[in-house]
């Protein structure tokens, strides 16, 4: 009798990936394979990796990873996909690259969905990746993803709440949207939240990371409405506090429109405390140090909207120049910023969320 075939699926990078994760690992199980929880448990027959390339460092994990999971197995087949940079591994025996269109094709029968089967590190907590969105044509100048994952997709509004009806009744209390730009999500950010809301009986929904330009005010009247059953805890990235860089970045929004923002949250804080409710907000931020060109002056106003905002978390990366990017040739052709201010900079980020912070009412005066 031949034993049940065995699988392993191994995630980098952001929560999108991890999302996909959980799907590849459902569609195999859908196929008949048993899930191996950790390497080294027994014999492997498949193992997916989902890799990461937003950062050099991200990258060279993933490769890594693949590489040493070659020598120790093999022969199993290893499915490689994600944003990674294949050229140097795909001569290696039993290695099926899977291109993120593929990926995106072989997953779609599944509506974003998966059971607490795959037994991720999220299931025994009750919460959910929901992957409503993938693909990017934003071509921040720093940013890779958009040469890797072209094709915008999007979830159908219907086949999310579907699929979140689904879970529920798989006993899962909370949901955690997740897109690689959910301002690209085609039917609209607020409205899917809305349909949520009104159209399942899921207990939260928490969120993996907002672009600022997905705070409308239609979004903002849902926490009133619904101020139970939002997190009140929102990532939302600003990368710099400089207009000059976030121009170089191809950043689709201004300083003048992080505050305006940020000030609607608060103001609606205010009114939630007085009517009873849940009213605390609480955000997180990722913050580039070191784009090039980015002076003293530029530093210090990024410095100065993290304090006035009050992150209470702050994912500090210092600029990694990515393969085919504009800021890259900016890289090359500027006067390099040194290591040690990169990291005098990124600590003086990291150092503002153990300060005192203003008052969560106090708006941000220029």
């Known amino acids: 009798m031949n034993p049940l075939k065995t699988f392993l699926t191994i995630n980098f990078g952001c929560r999108v990936n991890a999302a996909e994760t959980n799907q590849w690992s459902q569609t195999l199980i859908n196929q008949g394979l048993t899930p191996l929880v950790k390497e080294g448990q027994g014999r492997l027959d498949i193992i997916f990796i989902n890799t990461c390339a937003v950062t050099k460092k991200g990258e060279k994990e993933s490769i890594n990873k693949i590489k040493l999971l070659n020598k120790q197995y093999p022969k199993a087949k290893i499915y490689i996909s994600g944003c990674a940079n294949f050229d140097k591994i795909k001569h290696l025996k039993n290695i099926i690259i899977v291109d993120n269109d593929q990926k995106e094709k072989t997953l779609s029968t599944l509506k974003s969905a998966y059971t607490k089967k795959i037994n991720d590190k999220f299931s025994h907590t009750h919460r959910y990746l929901l992957k409503v969105q993938s693909g990017c044509s934003q071509f921040c100048s720093y940013c890779i993803v958009p040469f890797k994952r072209q094709k915008i997709y999007s979830l159908s509004i219907q086949d999310a709440v579907n699929t979140v009806n689904n879970v529920v009744n798989d006993n899962y209390q909370e949901i955690i949207i997740t897109g690689v730009n959910l301002d690209q999500y085609n039917p609209g950010f607020s409205n899917l939240i809305e349909s949520l809301l009104e159209k399942t009986n899921i207990k939260l ?6 672009p600022i330009n997905c705070i409308d005010q239609k979004f903002i009247n849902l926490f009133s409405k619904y101020p139970n059953r939002l997190s009140h805890f ?16 191809n950043r689709p929004y201004t300083i003048k429109e992080i505050k305006q923002k940020f000030d609607k949250f608060k103001k609606l804080m205010l009114r939630l405390v007085k009517e009873g409710d849940r009213g605390r907000f609480e955000f997180g931020t990722d913050i580039i140090v070191g784009f090039p060109t980015e002076s003293d002056q ?3 106003k990024t410095l100065n909207i993290c304090q006035k905002i009050g992150f209470s978390k702050i994912h500090t990366f210092k600029y990694s120049p990515r393969p085919n990017t504009k800021a890259r040739l900016l890289f090359e052709n500027s006067p390099k910023i040194s290591k040690e201010i990169l990291s005098h900079r990124s600590q003086k980020i990291r150092s503002i969320i153990s300060q005192n912070r203003p008052p969560s009412h106090q708006k941000l005066e220029n």
């Open 205 to 210: 929904i928490s969120f993996g990371s907002i």
């Open 234 to 249: 929102l990532h939302i990235p600003i990368q710099s506090g400089s207009d000059k860089i976030l121009k170089l970045m």
């Open 298 to 300: 530029d530093f210090d």
